[in-house]
């Protein structure tokens, strides 16, 4: 108890800390070195804990506008969490179908070199290369499959969700391909074979088991690129999403709401990961 406390308090010192970067760093304008304001810390500490307090999450500009966050949040952290909870989900279910139950398949194998491929490309080239491709297609076509309005709807929202779910899908199905011929070279595997138990057995009943340890202590990472990337999509794209508090305010106080709002995110998809895994192994592996 005492260290889930501990650790509680020190994510909340961090997240404030890089909230409070922008007005703690100063360029000095003679020597163009940086000065550090570290004795603004226990003001800024204070002036949080005291809204947080009040029942208020504080304001935020929105071009000449001032807005309560309180406001606007709820709409935009749905959005974000949507994105990211779909995308990851999606990333590690693909990840198992592909990596492990399908993976003998002719197809499958020309997937994972095309995977392969594109693992070698920065995410943000392939953000990049995806946008201009959905604008060839518009033109080419007429069908619009982006829009960079935040009123857009599913057509703001569908497209961000594939682009976030690129990295992680990239990362898992390497991961989940490399331990599964891994494991596949073992000699209770060879014995099971041996056996003559089903291919489709096997990998429920004795691949699985042996992988699944492996993907969640990687899930952390997966959803790391998943939250990385959503900053650059929602920025670039034009999504109302959670990012917007971080992007456009230099206040402490929307920066770190939408910090935590972000580690919020990450916990309920991480969650979800989990309760994938449980309802999996609840309907088709045999304890």
Same mark, same amino acid.
């Given at each position: 108890?005492?260290?889930?406390?501990?650790?509680?308090?020190?994510?909340?010192?961090?997240?404030?800390?890089?909230?409070a970067?922008?007005?703690?760093?100063?360029?000095?304008?003679?020597?163009?070195?940086?000065?550090?304001?570290f004795?603004?810390?226990?003001? =800024?500490? *204070?002036? #949080? &804990? @005291?809204?947080?307090?009040?029942?208020? +999450?504080?304001?935020?500009q /929105?071009?000449?506008?001032?807005?309560?966050?309180?406001?606007?949040?709820?709409?935009?952290?749905?959005?974000?969490?949507?994105?990211?909870l779909?995308?990851?989900?999606?990333?590690?279910?693909?990840?198992? =179908?592909? *990596?492990? #139950? &399908? @993976?003998?398949?002719?197809?499958?194998? +020309?997937?994972?070199?095309? /995977?392969?491929?594109?693992?070698?490309?920065?995410?943000?080239?392939?953000?990049?290369?995806?946008?201009?491709?959905?604008?060839?297609?518009?033109?080419?076509?007429g069908?619009?499959?982006?829009?960079l309005?935040?009123? *857009?709807?599913?057509?703001?929202?569908?497209?961000?969700?594939? +682009?976030a779910?690129?990295?992680?899908?990239?990362?898992?199905?390497?991961l989940?391909?490399?331990?599964?011929?891994?494991?596949?070279?073992?000699d209770?595997?060879?014995?099971?074979?041996?056996?003559?138990m089903?291919?489709?057995?096997?990998?429920?009943?004795?691949?699985?088991?042996?992988?699944?340890?492996?993907?969640?202590?990687?899930?952390?990472?997966?959803?790391?690129?998943?939250?990385?990337?959503?900053f650059?999509?929602?920025?670039?794209?034009?999504?109302?999403?959670?990012?917007?508090?971080?992007?456009?305010?230099?206040?402490?106080?929307?920066?770190?709401?939408?910090?935590?709002?972000?580690?919020?995110?990450s916990?309920?998809?991480?969650?979800?990961?989990?309760?994938?895994?449980?309802?999996?192994?609840?309907?088709?592996?045999y304890?």
């Amino acid at each position: 108890m005492f260290r889930a406390v501990q650790q509680i308090l020190i994510i909340f010192a961090l997240i404030l800390f890089l909230a409070a970067l922008p007005k703690i760093i100063s360029v000095d304008p003679s020597s163009g070195s940086l000065n550090w304001s570290f004795d603004t810390l226990p003001q =800024i500490y *204070g002036d #949080f &804990i @005291s809204e947080i307090s009040e029942g208020s +999450l504080g304001t935020y500009q /929105l071009g000449l506008q001032t807005r309560p966050i309180a406001g606007d949040i709820a709409d935009n952290f749905f959005t974000s969490l949507l994105i990211v909870l779909i995308a990851v989900n999606a990333s590690l279910i693909i990840s198992m =179908i592909f *990596g492990v #139950f &399908i @993976s003998r398949f002719r197809l499958t194998k +020309l997937f994972g070199a095309f /995977l392969n491929m594109l693992a070698a490309i920065p995410d943000f080239i392939i953000i990049v290369v995806s946008m201009i491709l959905a604008v060839k297609i518009y033109k080419i076509t007429g069908i619009r499959v982006i829009s960079l309005r935040p009123d *857009g709807g599913a057509l703001n929202t569908w497209f961000p969700t594939v +682009l976030a779910a690129i990295a992680p899908t990239l990362y898992l199905f390497k991961l989940v391909s490399v331990k599964y011929y891994q494991t596949s070279s073992e000699d209770y595997i060879k014995t099971a074979v041996a056996k003559g138990m089903g291919l489709n057995y096997i990998n429920f009943q004795h691949v699985f088991k042996n992988l699944e340890p492996f993907i969640k202590s990687e899930l952390v990472k997966v959803i790391s690129l998943a939250i990385g990337n959503l900053f650059i999509i929602e920025h670039i794209m034009n999504v109302s999403g959670i990012t917007k508090f971080i992007f456009q305010s230099n206040g402490v106080q929307p920066i770190a709401i939408g910090l935590f709002a972000m580690l919020l995110i990450s916990l309920i998809v991480y969650i979800s990961n989990r309760l994938i895994f449980y309802l999996f192994k609840r309907g088709f592996i045999y304890e």
